[in-house]
């Protein structure tokens, strides 16, 4: 089974620009789904972005116009960006990836079913 590693996290400042990587030991899953998740603290895990194996993407309202997913098939890697980061930005973020429904990729984490283990982005004002 495919793993995935994420890195990127740690500390930053409202207004900067985080840029996450993820890793998979192998990118067999080239026609799967791969996606960003975040989990505030108290909070559900909810669905950021992802990108479908044609390299059609989907945002979640909150990043919007200031956040971008992309992926380099031959470095087996997925991105995030997020500039203008918030205060409200701070989670654990996870990558993902998840088989297609109905040709498309959404972003409702219970549809993706191989998680790495998370990297923790805190964003101070």
């Known amino acids: 089974q495919v793993q995935l590693v994420e890195s990127g996290g740690g500390s930053l400042q409202a207004g900067g620009s985080l840029r996450l990587s993820c890793t998979a030991s192998?990118?067999?899953?080239?026609?799967?789904?791969k996606g960003w998740f975040r989990q505030a603290p108290g909070r559900e895990r909810e669905g950021v972005a992802a990108i479908d194996p044609d390299g059609s993407t989907i945002y979640t309202d909150s990043v919007k116009g200031r956040s971008t997913i992309s992926k380099d098939n031959a470095k087996s890697t997925l991105y995030l960006q997020i500039d203008s980061l918030k205060p409200e930005d701070t989670a654990m973020y996870y990558c993902?990836?998840?088989?297609?429904?109905?040709?498309?990729?959404?972003?409702?984490?219970?549809?993706?079913?191989?998680w790495g283990q998370g990297t923790q982005v805190t964003v101070s004002s």
């Open positions: 993902a990836t998840g088989p297609l429904y109905g040709g498309a990729c959404l972003i409702a984490p219970n549809l993706y079913d191989v």
């Open positions: 192998r990118f067999t899953y080239l026609r799967r789904c």
